[in-house]
């Protein structure tokens, strides 16, 4: 089980920033490292990862405290849950790794990479966050307490983030 040691980061910023882009991108680069790397995507959404009539659906419908489906690629598990997963169990739920990436759960006083894009015309997030170590922008932005990377440079994003993860060993 992954715990609280695991070094944690979080891609924080707006929806429509370019979270999910920039993890795609990023972790080849990161796991051709070497590294295992696990990441927890958090939707503000009520998403229903089932399919409804399916079988595991009706599984769980009918009570089931988790259903497991397998398959020749993969497998998932599916649960109801009475409440939301604080971080710690949210971690526990994972297999040991190097890092563990969170894709939103920007209110997390974690480290976190702020992503940031200027058509949105949202704030950043930093310098009111704290827990913000960079801001990768697609522009380029006023002076700001933290170093800023260029959104399209995914080498130098990559370079950072493993320095980062270096340091926390």
């Known amino acids: 089980m992954c715990d609280m040691a695991t070094p ?13 882009t ?24 009520a998403v229903d990862f089932d399919t409804p009539g ?6 769980r419908a009918a009570g089931a405290a988790q259903v ?20 710690a169990a ?11 990436i969170l894709e939103g759960q920007k209110w997390l006083a ?6 940031h894009r200027s058509a949105l015309g949202k704030p950043l997030l ?3 966050d704290p827990d913000i170590l960079a801001v990768a ?10 170093p800023q990377l260029d959104l399209n440079d995914i080498d130098a994003i990559a370079a950072f983030v493993l320095r980062w993860w270096e340091q926390q060993a």
């Open 8 to 20: 944690l980061l979080v891609l924080a910023g707006w929806s429509g920033s370019g979270k999910t």
């Open 68 to 87: 497991m489906l397998l398959g020749e690629r993969g497998l998932a598990v599916y649960e109801n849950l009475s409440a939301p997963l604080d971080l």
């Open 110 to 115: 974690v480290p976190k990479l702020e992503v």
């Open 22 to 45: 920039l993890l795609e991108q990023l972790l080849p680069c990161l796991t051709a490292t070497g590294l295992r790397v696990s990441v927890v995507k958090h939707s503000h959404h």
């Open 54 to 59: 399916k079988d595991s659906y009706r599984h």
């Open 137 to 146: 922008s697609d522009a380029t932005l006023p002076a700001l307490a933290v």
């Open 126 to 128: 930093q310098p009111d």
């Open 90 to 100: 949210q971690l526990a739920r994972l297999h040991p790794v190097d890092l563990v």
